[in-house]
């Protein structure tokens, strides 16, 4: 059983507020901290610095010298931070904060793209190597602007609260002297080594978007963001833009929320599981092929018919813009019979029929087919539309079909395979019918090591059958 740090509710005290500064600090945190310094502390708080190259270092001696402060919490406070005068009053009087030991105001990562430093662990951790590369997390979105997210599993030490009991918890043997409450482990930081050690002895970690603080980044600047800068600004002081808004792609999250709600009801998992886990998007299956390295067709089918991370990795890119951009190209089609090829978990099968067409879903035997069996029985008024195929689909080849949809599904074919599945694909197709297809050969190593670098032989499947380019995604068998 994990001893439990915070015994009780309380505020945090007495603040020692602990920064470790770089050889060169941006102009807009020394505004920020002197303001901090001048305006927002309490009798009895005290703040230092340490200048320092080395993070992990520096954090550990102010700890030291925080201990023999008198102080009873520590605020971290980063040198590359923009905050107001009141930024630490407003993190420690929040009483929603006061029932954890370490509670994190909102920031972003420093550099690109932006991320949210709102950690939790991935549920499947890598099995492959890379699990050999300490802990992983998913940056989670915080959805809610003024939330306290009670469920982070790490925190960063940009703008941060700690309790002086949490490392009195933490100290070993040997004394603070030899203590190390932050380091690197693998390649884990020091933040994040911090975090896991701290939750083995009960520690409670939050987020909280009440208060949010800025980071001061250097990315490459050139032409394009220049330009993009620009168009931004102008649009916006034109009135042709909205201002930025949660509202705009929150629909997408709920969408995701309500795919992770559907798999979670046949996985018997809870939701918010399902929901973390399809954050990881494509990462654990790409490790999980990794950690396979199937090479034959045969290998690659069966990866595809056992991994159930597939679910949660599907339920994410369904959920996407770039997903619902490519099915918007289908919701003018009407009264057609259609096979769709690598179905997945079944929604482009769903909007299909929903939309008034019959549709023949393909995929592997496995997870993935099962899951659509049981999504689709759920659709009353629209199963009689649908039909399923697996491995047997070769001997219904006299079927004739208005349009072939596979999104991207053809990139995943293996390359002893792709001339006879693609052929097969077109050979359903009615004269004048049309083949929809998202392909994304793209072969990203970490990211996509399963795909397959078929452009060519794609180029030779159209150029093979005279298929007539009509659209973005869309060719046209000759009559």
Known sequence: MENQITEQVKDWGKVFIAVRYQPSNPSWFTESYAGLCQHGLREGDKRDFIWSKTMHKAANELVRRFRESGCDSILFCDSDGVFGTDALEELRSDPEGWGYDVLQAFAVKRGW??????????????????????????????????????????????????????????????????????????????????????????????????????????????????????????MHASGALPPASLDFFMPYYEAQKQLAALVAEYTREEPEDVFIKSMEGSLVVADLWELEKPETPDEVRGYYGHTRQYLYALVKWNSTVAYQKILSHLKDVRGERIFEFGGGIGTTTEFLVTHGNTVVYYDLPGELLDFAKWRFNRLNGYRHRIELWGDDAIIKMHEAFDRVVAIDSIEHIHPDEFDQTVDWLVWLLKPGGTFFAHNNFLVEGVKFPSHFASQGKWDALVERHGLIRQGEYTWRKPK
């Not at 002895?201 to 603080?213: D, E, P, Q, Y």
């Open 113 to 234: 793209p932006i991320e949210p430093m709102y950690f939790r662990a991935m549920p499947d951790q890598p099995a492959s190597d890379a699990r050999l590369r300490g802990t992983h997390y998913v940056n989670m979105i915080p959805l809610d602007p003024h939330h306290v997210y009670g469920d982070a599993d790490a925190v960063s030490l940009h703008f941060t609260l700690i309790r002086g009991e949490l490392f009195e918890k933490m100290l070993e043997p040997e004394g603070a002297k030899y203590t190390y409450w932050f380091e690197y482990s693998r390649d884990n930081g020091e933040d994040m080594t911090f975090s896991q050690n701290a939750k083995k002895v009960g520690a409670k970690f939050a987020m909280t978007t009440k208060l949010k603080v800025g980071h001061v980044s250097e990315i490459i600047t050139g032409w394009d963001l220049m330009v993009e800068y620009h168009y931004y600004q102008y």
